[in-house]
C-alpha cells in the first residue's frame, strides 16, 4: 500500500503541467483572437467606408470631380473667395492669370496640329516669337512691376497669335467639314466668350457667393432656353 502510495504521490507531478508554458498558450491564444477580431473589424469598416468601385467607375468619378473643378461655378466661388478672404480686388487680373496657361496651349496647338505650308508656318512663328521678345524687352524697360510687364504683354500679343490662327484656318479650311466660319462665326463666338467672363468677373466685386450662384444656374437654364 505504502508502495503504491508512494509510486502515485510520485507520478501526480509529472503530469502537472509547466506554469510559464500554460501562460504562454494562454497569451497566444487572446493574440489569436484579438488578431482575428481586429481583421473583421477593419474588413467592416473598408467595405462601409471605401468605396468598392473599379477602374472604370474611378475613371468616371474622376471626370466627374474634373469638371466640377473646371465648371464656371467653382471659378466664380474661388475668385469671390480670393476677394472676400484675401482682399483680391483685381478680378480682370486674376481672370488674365487663370488663362495663361490655356492660351499657350491653344499656342502649341497653333504650332503642331492646325496645317500650313511650311514656309507660311515658319515664317508665322518666327513673326510671333520675334514680336513677343520686343513687347516683352519694352514692358521691362517701361514698368517696374511684373505683373503691369504681364498686362503689357497680353494687350498687344494675344491678338496677333490669334490673327495667325484665323488665317491659317482661312487657308486650310474644308468646305462642308466646319460649320463655322473661321472669319466670321469663330472670332464672334470668341469675342462673346470673353466678353461674358469680363462682365462677369467685373458684376462679381460687388456680388456675394450665394449671388453668384444662383445667377450661374439661372446662366444654364436661360442659355438652354434661347
Same mark, same amino acid.
Given at each position: 500500500?505504502?508502495?503504491?502510495?508512494?509510486?502515485?504521490?510520485?507520478?501526480?507531478?509529472?503530469?502537472?503541467?509547466?506554469?510559464?508554458?500554460?501562460?504562454?498558450?494562454i497569451c497566444?491564444? @487572446?493574440?489569436?483572437?484579438?488578431?482575428?477580431?481586429?481583421?473583421?473589424?477593419?474588413?467592416?469598416?473598408?467595405?462601409?467606408?471605401? !468605396? $468598392?468601385?473599379?477602374?472604370? $467607375?474611378?475613371?468616371?468619378?474622376?471626370?466627374?470631380?474634373?469638371?466640377?473643378?473646371?465648371?464656371?461655378?467653382?471659378?466664380?466661388?474661388?475668385?469671390?473667395?480670393?476677394?472676400?478672404?484675401?482682399?483680391?480686388?483685381? &478680378?480682370?487680373?486674376?481672370?488674365? &492669370?487663370?488663362?495663361?496657361?490655356?492660351?499657350?496651349?491653344?499656342?502649341?496647338?497653333?504650332?503642331?496640329? @492646325?496645317?500650313?505650308?511650311?514656309?507660311?508656318?515658319? @515664317?508665322?512663328?518666327?513673326?510671333?516669337?520675334?514680336?513677343?521678345?520686343?513687347?516683352?524687352?519694352?514692358?521691362?524697360?517701361?514698368?517696374?512691376?511684373?505683373?503691369?510687364v504681364f498686362t503689357?504683354?497680353?494687350?498687344?500679343? !494675344?491678338?496677333?497669335?490669334?490673327?495667325?490662327?484665323?488665317?491659317?484656318?482661312?487657308?486650310?479650311?474644308?468646305?462642308?467639314?466646319?460649320?463655322?466660319? !473661321?472669319?466670321?462665326?469663330?472670332?464672334?463666338?470668341?469675342?462673346?466668350?470673353?466678353?461674358?467672363?469680363?462682365?462677369?468677373?467685373?458684376?462679381?466685386? $460687388?456680388?456675394? @457667393?450665394?449671388?453668384?450662384?444662383?445667377?450661374?444656374?439661372?446662366?444654364?437654364?436661360?442659355?438652354?432656353?434661347?
Amino acid at each position: 500500500m505504502r508502495a503504491s502510495q508512494g509510486s502515485g504521490g510520485g507520478a501526480a507531478p509529472a503530469k502537472e503541467e509547466d506554469p510559464t508554458k500554460r501562460l504562454i498558450r494562454i497569451c497566444l491564444s @487572446i493574440a489569436v483572437r484579438v488578431n482575428k477580431t481586429f481583421l473583421l473589424l477593419t474588413s467592416c469598416l473598408q467595405t462601409l467606408l471605401l !468605396p $468598392q468601385l473599379s477602374k472604370y $467607375q474611378y475613371r468616371v468619378y474622376l471626370l466627374y470631380v474634373l469638371q466640377v473643378v473646371s465648371s464656371d461655378v467653382f471659378q466664380m466661388m474661388l475668385a469671390k473667395c480670393l476677394q472676400s478672404y484675401y482682399n483680391m480686388n483685381n &478680378l480682370l487680373l486674376l481672370l488674365s &492669370l487663370s488663362s495663361f496657361v490655356p492660351f499657350m496651349r491653344v499656342v502649341y496647338n497653333l504650332w503642331t496640329f @492646325i496645317p500650313c505650308p511650311a514656309m507660311a508656318s515658319i @515664317i508665322s512663328n518666327v513673326a510671333l516669337l520675334l514680336s513677343l521678345i520686343t513687347i516683352l524687352v519694352l514692358g521691362i524697360g517701361t514698368y517696374e512691376n511684373m505683373f503691369m510687364v504681364f498686362t503689357y504683354v497680353n494687350m498687344v500679343w !494675344p491678338w496677333l497669335v490669334l490673327t495667325s490662327i484665323v488665317s491659317r484656318l482661312f487657308i486650310e479650311r474644308q468646305a462642308g467639314r466646319n460649320p463655322f466660319s !473661321p472669319v466670321k462665326d469663330l472670332p464672334f463666338m470668341g469675342f462673346l466668350g470673353a466678353g461674358s467672363w469680363v462682365l462677369c468677373f467685373m458684376a462679381l466685386k $460687388q456680388m456675394t @457667393i450665394t449671388d453668384c450662384l444662383v445667377l450661374m444656374v439661372l446662366d444654364n437654364v436661360l442659355a438652354a432656353a434661347v
